[in-house]
């Protein structure tokens, strides 16, 4: 508490600082000329379906559209995904797919109506993060929009990009931390190569960026958040860095070129069979075109790793069955705003068909998003309907597990992965131990759950435990309701059953791929806890053809 009070009275200190006459004015630079010596070059895919959109009026953002009713930059009621998604200027990757006048015409008109409304500071639309997006986006696609334009649109585009430039130099790096922290770096970085005379940002950023590298990439690659999601983005910044710095005729540090060698393994491991991701803190099966190009520019080879120790994940293959485990302790303040509370909490995939599924995030609606980071929308055991981690009001983390051990023993026939965590200790004393088994090339996939209370019980408490199906997965209960069938679509059956508790087939849901909500099953064993030990067993099984 102490550490976001101190945040908050820094944040308010820096708005105050920005947030005048004189500021705004020395970010002028004493009418120093604006002129390019090298542009950044993007060469990610773009959409021109949502080019297309931008063109009638509306920014799309996985399907989902929003009207801009007069190019009003600021619309009332909207989650913040959609401010950063139109202030970062990220879409005019989309208008150079589309192509064509109207795409650039359209890029100039809303280049002009956001200077128009922001030639000065502004709280949020000067954010570091999104500053260093729309300096970045700017640049690298300037040779689409502006070199056909008009020289007072140029002239105008330059001396806007330098303040921009300015205040990240002197904002950076701030109360930003993060991923927003690294593309506020990435912003500073293009200005300081593309602006003759500037290269002190250059300097600047690359400083910065050695000690965020130390604080946010893991020695094994994964990112501080734990977020599959969050560590793609972090590495096509670092991609993007490389490649400029290259272009410009630079020697790239050897700390860049490792640290992608060694994100781009860690991508790789969330990676199921289908090429989407693991659906864990934050993430959902993600665009497999971008993930397949962010792999072929950081030039990833070798085996897939087993586990990430530091990241805390365990992957299991045998045969054509894939299990994924969270083992990790929850990321720490600042880096645990999207982080889920499952620790324990598993995937499994056979070949490319997903049977056992996170119910994943959305990417616009924070609602959805804080649900969703809940222990029930995992495969995970809850007590007492309470989750494993305290979710604050504030969107960080409270109460959460000190210590989540893992211990795994595999030969070319069986696997075995134990784990166990002390979240609900704090309430009541109670650890949870789980077992995972993995035998007969795969076909026979079995879980223990013990639940140990070190201080003897005070009073009885419910388990339950979660099992949620992906969508495509069919699921009905067999033998008066104590063994489920299901059917993946490639005709394979399965068998589930328990002991020590009570199952039940009950409706979920699955948000693993854009803004779409899809409706799912998911089998739950209920049971209790009256002793200070109580086991729950569980197996599924493919059935004989």
């Not at 104590?482 to 039940?504: I, Q, Y």
């Amino acid at each position: 508490m102490r550490l976001s009070f101190v945040h908050h009275i820094r944040k308010k200190a820096n708005h105050l600082a920005f947030d005048s006459i004189l500021y705004n004015w020395s970010l002028r630079g004493g009418g120093a000329s604006a002129s390019l010596k090298t542009l950044p070059v993007d060469s990610w895919p773009g959409d021109a379906e949502r080019g297309r959109w931008l063109c009638g009026g509306a920014f799309s953002i996985d399907g989902e559209h929003l009207e801009m009713h007069g190019q009003c930059w600021e619309p009332v009621g909207v989650d913040e995904s959609w401010l950063v998604q139109m202030h970062g200027f990220e879409w005019l990757r989309d208008l150079r797919a589309l192509g064509g006048d109207q795409a650039r015409q359209q890029a100039r008109a809303m280049i002009t109506s956001w200077m128009d409304t922001y030639s000065r500071w502004h709280s949020l639309s000067w954010r570091p993060d999104l500053t260093g997006q729309r300096v970045a986006h700017w640049l690298v696609f300037y040779d689409f929009f502006a070199t056909s334009a008009d020289e007072g649109f140029q002239d105008r585009l330059l001396d806007s990009l330098l303040k921009q430039a300015r205040h990240l130099s002197r904002s950076l790096p701030g109360t930003t931390e993060g991923l927003p922290l690294l593309h506020g770096i990435k912003g500073l970085a293009y200005a300081g190569l593309a602006f003759e005379g500037r290269e002190s940002w250059l300097g600047q950023a690359l400083d910065l960026l050695q000690e965020e590298t130390e604080k946010q990439i893991l020695s094994d690659g994964g990112h501080v958040s734990r977020s599959p999601a969050q560590l793609q983005a972090a590495l096509q910044i670092f991609i993007d860095l490389r490649h400029a710095i290259l272009s410009a005729g630079y020697p790239v540090p050897e700390k860049i070129e490792h640290t992608i060698d060694r994100m781009a393994q860690a991508l790789r491991f969330f990676r199921y069979a289908d090429k989407g991701f693991a659906l864990f803190n934050g993430a959902q099966e993600g665009d497999r075109e971008l993930t397949d190009a962010v792999l072929a520019k950081s030039n990833a080879r070798g085996k897939v790793l087993r586990g990430l120790p530091y990241t805390g994940y365990e992957r299991a293959v045998l045969g054509r069955s894939l299990l994924m485990v969270d083992t990790g302790t929850p990321p720490h303040h600042p880096y645990d705003r999207q982080a889920h509370a499952a620790p324990l909490g598993f995937e499994f995939a056979y070949g490319k068909e997903r049977v056992f599924v996170s119910c994943g995030s959305h990417p616009a609606d924070k609602e959805w998003q804080d649900v969703l980071r809940g222990t029930a929308a995992h495969n995970a055991l809850a007590l007492d309907y309470r989750n494993i981690c305290e979710v604050r009001d504030d969107g960080h983390l409270g109460r959460k597990p000190r210590k989540v051990t893992v211990m795994r023993e595999e030969s070319k026939d069986a696997l075995l992965l134990e784990c166990s965590h002390d979240g609900y200790v704090p309430l009541n004393g109670v650890t949870h131990r789980r077992r995972f088994f993995l035998l007969n090339q795969g076909h026979d996939f079995r879980g223990e759950e013990n639940l140990t209370c070190s201080i003897g019980l005070s009073r009885p408490l419910d388990i339950i435990l979660r099992f949620h199906l992906h969508p495509r997965v069919l699921v009905s209960l067999i033998q008066d309701g104590d063994e489920a069938l299901l059917r993946l679509p490639g005709g394979a059956g399965w068998r589930f059953f328990c002991t020590g508790g009570r199952m039940a087939l009950e409706n979920s849901i699955y948000l693993g791929e854009g803004c779409q909500i899809r409706k799912t099953k998911q089998l739950v064993i209920y049971s209790r806890m009256e002793s200070d030990h109580v086991q729950v067993k569980w197996a599924l099984q493919r059935e004989s053809r």
